[in-house]
């Protein structure tokens, strides 16, 4: 393992510094030969002159390092540490968190929290690490902190994170959008109906999927169809103001893409037999939407008037809040499923099945109740990825007798995908790993693909402990908003019909065959060294021929830049959702490859990314 790099200065002069790389073997404990202490000092009377050092300080925390719990607990790379020939730290020093304050008062300290960062091949902003650091030693509760690869700034609290919570909830860590997510749908339509200018067609009949859906008793009767089906009495309208929204995509990241399924392995039996399976040529409908302004009103609320970001969660208000919180997810599910049967109005023309799609027809509850039916029939999976969940915590192997002592946690994420099926958040899901989602899209932007991946629970990820229990819900942003607007604007200036059209496919992506057609005789049974029986094990040989073959899936990936048609009447998120402005959805997916979280079994190609119509 690599030394940790960090620079020694002087406390009383704190100008005088020097870098120093302390080796791994380096023992904690300050007593012992060798140690990390003796490392500093003897840097620090070389290099700074300081005769007699005797004290080390963390600088910006004042934190004073005396035992090898402090420094497990701090040395990280880059860190700056202050010697002291006997002065107390000089420097203002960290005010104590709410939660440091209320544990002070009992004499306990804050637990130190655990931290997994996932990037290793996608790119991440300091920023968003110091947003996880600062969050997860701060707010009280936090036990875990997981920087997922798409990990990235947000206002105050990275996105593309996951925080686990004993004791308490943090509203502000999900943000505003509760139960932003996204589904697969399947279509009846064939590749050779969305080759080439036919996807053009597609996307310029992609009409009357703007604006409220029907009138408030039709969206009643939309939210009701969906209780029904669930068994739940309660229906989770968000009154009518925000009801008007129902079955609407919104601003922002949010999207439609219709996709081909290019590649994909072979899975396990119960998911390749699964009805909602995918299979190479299918042709499929993702949505990514929220709670469309709901999610927002419920923070406001909970969060106004100077109202701590933290709540405990004996305190009555929790409960409320996650009984809203519930509501918005179910809301926004539905809201998924009602944007599908939109786009299937358009999509699968003269199916009757679909004309309550458009505002036109007349309608009763049972017609409602029966088109909601068929949506779901063509679901494949669907998630949130701004939410809380409750659950067991640490994670554990199932086939532990007895199991470890475990405590019950919340699991909050923004843009982090569960990989559990979840019902609310005050249901615990089944632990197991016959319970997870069978896969998970990984979206990049318009006209880069999207990755399928199988979520996994195994040795590798400590059951889900690395990870989170959760997954990349995406890219992530590699550009703000802000710097994608100035920038790709000025670069592209004049050519922004370029960035929406499909003639941005390369000559050499509109000539690559298609995966999903049947490989020749000849590649499929090379003579090549890897091919040929060497004695391998069974098991290790099917190891070695899914690693060829996902390469194969990488290598013709990667060659898709653009080529999708996109429909976005609003210029200014032209360039603020611009691929460029993502990172690369390839090096997510391999971090979470490489982390034993997930194994990426396919991929899908981009045909329209539908984002705004001005109608």
């Not at 989770?236 to 925000?242: L, R, S």
């Not at 799609?357 to 409602?368: A, H, M, N, V």
């Not at 494949?380 to 007895?402: A, E, K, Q, R, Y």
């Not at 019902?423 to 979206?443: A, G, K, M």
Request: aromatic share 6%.
């Amino acid at each position: 393992m690599p030394a940790t790099r960090v620079t020694v200065a002087s406390n009383a002069k704190q100008s005088q510094k020097s870098p120093l790389l302390i080796p791994v073997s380096a023992p904690l404990h300050p007593s012992s030969p060798g140690s990390c202490q003796s490392l500093v000092f003897k840097t620090a009377q070389s290099k700074l002159r300081l005769k007699k050092p005797s004290r080390i300080f963390v600088a910006g925390t004042g934190q004073e390092l005396s035992t090898s719990d402090d420094w497990k607990c701090v040395l990280k790379d880059d860190i700056t540490l202050l010697v002291s020939t006997g002065e107390a730290y000089i420097g203002a020093a960290k005010e104590l968190s709410e939660a440091e304050t209320a544990l002070a008062k009992l004499g306990l300290t804050k637990p130190k929290p655990t931290l997994s960062m996932l990037s290793h091949a996608a790119l991440v902003d300091p920023i968003s690490i110091q947003q996880l650091e600062t969050t997860a030693s701060t707010l009280p509760g936090i036990l875990h902190g997981v920087a997922q690869p798409d990990l990235h700034p947000g206002n105050k609290f990275p996105i593309g994170a996951v925080f686990v919570s004993e004791g308490w909830i943090h509203p502000p860590l999900i943000g505003g959008d509760i139960g932003c997510g996204m589904a697969w749908y399947k279509t009846h339509l064939r590749p050779g109906q969305v080759a080439g200018d036919k996807a053009q067609r597609i996307a310029n009949s992609l009409r009357g999927v703007e604006g409220p859906w029907r009138d408030r008793s039709s969206r009643l009767a939309w939210l009701s169809a969906a209780s029904i089906a669930s068994g739940k009495q309660e229906i989770p309208t968000a009154g009518e103001d925000f009801d008007a929204s129902l079955g609407t995509i919104g601003a922002g990241n949010h999207f439609a893409e219709l996709q081909l399924v290019e590649s994909i392995l072979s899975l396990p039996a119960p998911i390749a037999t699964h009805a909602h399976a995918l299979a190479p040529g299918d042709v499929v409908l993702l949505v990514h939407s929220g709670s469309r302004g709901y999610g927002g009103d419920i923070l406001k609320r909970y969060t106004a008037d100077g109202a701590a970001t933290s709540i405990q969660i004996d305190d009555p208000k929790a409960r409320e809040y996650l009984n809203e919180h519930d509501r918005a997810c179910a809301w926004a599910e539905r809201s998924r499923d009602l944007i599908a049967l939109r786009f299937f109005h358009c999509l699968e023309p003269g199916d009757p099945a679909w004309d309550l799609g458009s505002d036109r027809s007349k309608d009763t509850p049972g017609d409602i109740e029966e088109a909601y039916q068929r949506v779901q029939q063509r679901k494949v999976v669907g998630i949130c990825h701004n939410n809380m969940s409750l659950t067991l915590w640490p994670p554990t192997d199932p086939s532990f007798s007895p199991p470890p002592e475990q405590s019950e946690v919340y699991i909050h994420r923004k843009g982090a995908a569960p990989i559990h099926p979840l019902t609310n958040s005050q249901t615990r899901p089944s632990p197991n790993p016959e319970n997870l989602l069978p896969i998970l899209p990984l979206p990049g932007s318009r006209g880069t693909p999207t990755l399928i991946l199988q979520p996994n629970l195994s040795t590798a990820n400590g059951y889900g402990f690395t990870n989170g229990l959760s997954l990349a819900h995406g890219a992530g942003r590699a550009l703000s908003r802000a710097k994608a607007f100035s920038s790709l604007s000025n670069k592209y200036k004049g050519n922004t019909g370029a960035m929406l059209g499909g003639n941005t496919l390369s000559k050499n992506n509109s000539q690559s065959r298609p995966s999903y057609e049947p490989e020749s005789e000849q590649s499929s049974a090379g003579e090549g060294p890897e091919n040929r029986d060497t004695g391998t094990s069974d098991e290790e040989k099917e190891r070695l021929a899914e690693e060829r073959e996902m390469e194969g899936q990488e290598k013709e990936g990667r060659k898709v830049h653009g080529g999708s048609w996109v429909v976005c009447e609003d210029k200014q998120l032209v360039w603020e959702e611009a691929p460029e402005a993502y990172k690369d959805v390839w090096d997510v997916g391999r971090d979470l490859v490489d982390a034993g979280a997930a194994r990426r079994v396919g991929w899908c190609r981009g045909l329209v990314s539908y984002k705004v119509r001005r109608e």
